[in-house]
């Protein structure tokens, strides 16, 4: 089961990748969770991404493309995986297309979580998350069992920096201009699916099942 997750920064794609990924057993591969180890391991890749993540604008292609390109040869790829925030530009889904029809491979479905971007507002300022493990929580609608600390893994939760206000709008519009057209992108090869990113957590996976069950 070979699946993109599209949506804005907080639509609930990790949220739901994490969920799939226990169901079906399946890698979860967030390109976001990629950046931020190699910036918490002070990398040359993450020192490299973390000045476009601070700002809210996208890492350039080129520092994307072939990293998930390699992951997705590793083994635990072979029955499937969950593509979390990549591909997010046309040129991005366009590499990924050409690297898998090489191989005579291809994705299944493309699921397009929609979230207006008001709702957006609100649940990033809320979000808390796990660089140790990728979690993500709540501080009202997904709390951990203890204030600020990893149900998973134990370790100490944070607020993003690029989660404060003023870079989750930009990062809105970034997303508005370079990674919405990845709709109609995946309308055009005929896998997009589009739900509702504003129900409850366990219905949107429901609908997801819904979609990869059929
Ligand atoms: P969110 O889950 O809130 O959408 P991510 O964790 O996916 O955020 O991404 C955080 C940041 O990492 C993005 O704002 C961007 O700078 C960078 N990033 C992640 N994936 C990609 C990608 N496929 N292409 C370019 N930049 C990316
Ligand atoms: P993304 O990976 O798309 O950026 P996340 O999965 O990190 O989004 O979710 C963003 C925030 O919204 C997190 O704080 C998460 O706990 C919360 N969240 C996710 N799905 C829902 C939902 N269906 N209803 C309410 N809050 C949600
Ligand atoms: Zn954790």
């Known amino acids: 089961m070979k699946i993109i997750l599209l ?4 639509a609930g794609k990790g949220t739901q990748a994490g ?3 226990e169901k079906f057993n399946i890698p979860h591969i967030s390109t976001g969770d990629i950046f931020r180890a190699n910036i918490k391991n002070n990398t040359e890749l993450g020192q490299k991404a973390k000045t476009y993540m601070d700002k809210g604008e996208l890492v350039p292609d080129e520092l994307v493309v072939d990293l998930v390109i390699d992951r997705l040869e590793q083994d635990d790829c072979k029955d499937g995986y969950i593509l979390d925030g990549f591909p997010r530009t046309i ?3 366009e590499e990924l297309d050409k690297a898998l029809a090489a191989k005579g491979d291809k994705i299944e479905y493309a699921i397009n979580i929609e979230t207006p971007d008001d709702f957006i507002i609100n649940r990033m300022a809320g979000r808390r998350a796990c660089v140790n493990c990728g979690a ?5 609608f997904m709390p951990p069992k203890t204030e600020n600390i990893c149900d998973k893994c134990g370790e100490n939760l944070i607020l993003r920096d690029d989660d404060k206000p003023e870079t989750v709008k930009k990062r809105l519009e970034v997303y508005h201009d370079q990674t919405e057209p990845l709709i109609d992108y995946y309308k055009g090869t005929g896998i997009l699916s589009s739900l ?3 129900k409850d957590c366990e219905v949107v996976f429901a609908e997801i099942c819904d979609v990869v069950e059929k």
């Open 19 to 21: 969920i799939i990924k």
């Open 136 to 140: 993500t929580y709540h501080t009202s």
């Open 91 to 93: 040129p991005q889904a």
């Open 7 to 10: 949506g804005a920064p907080g």
């Open 196 to 198: 509702d990113g504003t």
